[in-house]
T-cell receptor, first 114, second 112 residues
């Protein structure tokens, strides 16, 4: 089945550690996105990539890093510089047609700092 | 900074029609209005998208007035499984730049 897969579903991190969240899609989509969602809030854009080997900062990029070495993969690293990393992280992809095209989301990764 | 506005929550009963309105005063001329549904601990799922007037698919209708400064998602005969958070997504102007803005969402509770 075509789709977008995030792993792991739950992740626990000690303070001061970096962690990497995985996002893989087999939809052949060029654009991929990472969002953060806090309780009762809408989605906030962390990073996005329109094409392989290129990515742009979103609204809340500080403390995060990404890479886009392959079209199907867009991993997100939450660094120790992110002061409040506990949140629900969502990855999405979008095909051609620009920002009005339907976005497909993964099931999310819930990160908790312990 | 431009934003979208939706009711925080709504309550309904099975079999009723539910209408959720989103205000987006600064929508970009060429942007569409898109609605997503989200269940707890899952990613949002596309429901419907429109540019003007009325759009209908197998799950919902979307009504957009001529000035496009608002839109109304209509869910006919809701069931318990429609209990979720509903988001409207538009592109709006923020200064000289255009960005996509997610609303805070409307939490719909469907009661038996």
């Amino acid at each position: 089945d075509g789709g977008i897969t995030q792993s792991p579903k739950y992740l626990f991190r000690k303070e001061g550690q970096n962690v990497t969240l995985s996002c893989e899609q087999n939809l052949n989509h060029d654009a991929m996105y990472w969002y953060r969602q806090d309780p009762g809030q809408g989605l906030r854009l962390i990073y996005y990539s329109q094409i392989v080997n290129d990515f742009q900062k979103g609204d809340i990029a500080e403390g995060y890093s990404v890479s886009r070495e392959k079209k199907e993969s867009f991993p997100l690293t939450v660094t120790s510089a992110q002061k409040n990393p506990t949140a629900f992280y969502l990855c999405a992809s979008r095909g051609g047609g620009g920002a009005n095209t339907e976005a497909f989301f993964g099931q999310g990764t819930r990160l908790t700092v312990v | 900074l431009a934003k979208t506005t939706q009711p925080i929550s709504m309550d309904s009963y099975e079999g009723q029609e539910v209408n959720i309105t989103c205000s987006h005063n600064n929508i970009a001329t060429n942007d569409y209005i898109t609605w997503y549904q989200q269940f707890p601990s899952q990613g949002p799922r596309f429901i419907i998208q429109g540019y003007k007037t009325k759009v209908t698919n197998e799950v919902a209708s979307l009504f957009i007035p001529a000035d496009r400064k608002s839109s109304t998602l209509s869910l006919p005969r809701v069931s318990l499984s429609d209990t979720a958070v509903y988001y409207c997504l538009v592109g709006v102007y923020a200064g000289n730049n255009r960005k996509l803005i997610w609303g805070l969402g409307t939490s719909l509770a469907v009661n038996p």
